[in-house]
């Protein structure tokens, strides 16, 4: 068996970013510390944290009051903050960067009167955080379907956005299908998907071709992950999305001699080696690695998280 590993693949830098504050506070404040939310979409990632005295909720509510509350890379509404608020509790912000820049176009796009559409899953945690900065002036659309059902009240003043995880050629259908309803449209500064997001979906997509089957490491509430697997489905090519190796079913690789092996971002790469391993015990595998382009993007830690350092 022949195995192409994509690379790019694996953590990108919101997720990197977002699990260090969770480290970092952990290491100044020892459990139990909470965050609201998964701090991102990944089993293994969340349960190791859990087994660390880490407190994942979904409410505000269930943190004592004047504790710390990080908030996951998926941002969260003006409400959440508030609700932090009035419990007194400080506040550590992990949400990526590029989440917060569509947060800013919709804050923008409402002060001057738009009409919102969000290009989304409506129950992703990221969709819920978007449209809470302004929930009176969005509509989220989740197929060129729901486009042809819009009611806005100026065809004139209307603008989108999109979630940062979303599959490429799913929002260029949904966003062409807006254009043509509503010529006027404007769109964000540029592109709200996000580069990791672009970059593990155009690996797949490029090398999915030159193989028989594509095994994507990632969770399944990881909206990135999913799209991957949709991206291969897309090219023709069975694919399968597992959190890890033991979920791998033999029956896939019947008659099969080349694997394209992947990971969403924010799958951990110690998931992607112990899946390799596996393959070449199994078939005897060789690993071809693929880098379709070099990433080197990286954000810095929170203000608050500094705030919090200084404060200890």
């Given at each position: 068996m022949n195995i192409i590993l994509a690379n790019p693949r694996g953590f990108c830098a919101g997720v990197n970013m977002a699990i260090e504050c969770v480290e970092q506070v952990l290491a100044l404040k020892g459990p139990p510390i909470y965050v609201y939310h998964e701090i991102v979409h990944n089993r293994h990632v969340v349960e190791g944290f859990v087994r660390r005295g880490v407190r994942f909720v979904d409410d505000i509510s269930e943190v004592p009051e004047g504790g710390v509350i990080i908030y996951s890379a998926h941002g969260i509404s003006p409400a959440v903050r508030n609700?932090?608020?009035?419990?007194?509790?400080?506040?550590?912000?992990?949400?990526?960067?590029?989440?917060?820049?569509?947060?800013?176009?919709?804050?923008?796009?409402?002060?001057?009167?738009?009409?919102?559409?969000?290009?989304?899953?409506?129950?992703?945690?990221?969709?819920?955080?978007?449209?809470?900065?302004?929930?009176?002036?969005?509509?989220?659309?989740?197929?060129?379907?729901?486009?042809?059902?819009?009611?806005?009240?100026?065809?004139?003043?209307?603008?989108?956005?999109?979630?940062?995880?979303?599959?490429?050629?799913?929002?260029?259908?949904?966003?062409?299908?807006?254009?043509?309803?509503?010529?006027?449209?404007?769109?964000?500064?540029?592109?709200?998907?996000?580069?990791?997001?672009?970059?593990?979906?155009?690996?797949?997509?490029?090398?999915?071709?030159?193989?028989?089957?594509?095994?994507?490491?990632?969770?399944?509430?990881?909206?990135?992950?999913?799209?991957?697997?949709?991206?291969?489905?897309?090219?023709?090519?069975?694919?399968?999305?597992?959190?890890?190796?033991?979920?791998?079913?033999?029956?896939?690789?019947?008659?099969?001699?080349?694997?394209l092996v992947t990971a969403g971002a924010s799958a951990p790469e110690h998931l992607v080696k112990e899946l390799l391993e596996m393959l070449k015990q199994r078939f005897g595998a060789t690993i071809d690695t693929r880098t379709l382009v070099e990433e080197d993007i990286s954000f810095e830690m929170p203000k608050s998280l500094k705030r919090l350092v200084v404060l200890n």
């Open positions: 609700s932090a608020k009035n419990r007194q509790l400080v506040e550590v912000d992990a949400t990526c960067p590029l989440v917060t820049n569509v947060h800013m176009e919709v804050l923008r796009f409402a002060r001057d009167g738009y009409t919102i559409i969000f290009i989304g899953h409506r129950n992703h945690d990221e969709a819920i955080g978007t449209v809470g900065e302004a929930p009176g002036s969005i509509i989220v659309v989740e197929s060129p379907e729901d486009v042809a059902k819009l009611q806005v009240p100026d065809t004139q003043k209307v603008a989108y956005v999109t979630q940062t995880t979303l599959s490429i050629s799913d929002a260029e259908r949904i966003v062409g299908a807006l254009k043509e309803r509503f010529p006027e449209i404007r769109g964000p500064g540029k592109e709200d998907i996000c580069y990791a997001t672009t970059n593990r979906q155009n690996a797949v997509t490029d090398l999915s071709p030159e193989v028989d089957v594509v095994l994507v490491i990632g969770s399944k509430n990881s909206s990135n992950s999913q799209r991957l697997v949709d991206r291969a489905r897309e090219a023709g090519k069975p694919a399968y999305l597992i959190d890890d190796k033991s979920e791998m079913n033999l029956d896939w690789f019947e008659g099969k001699k080349s694997v």
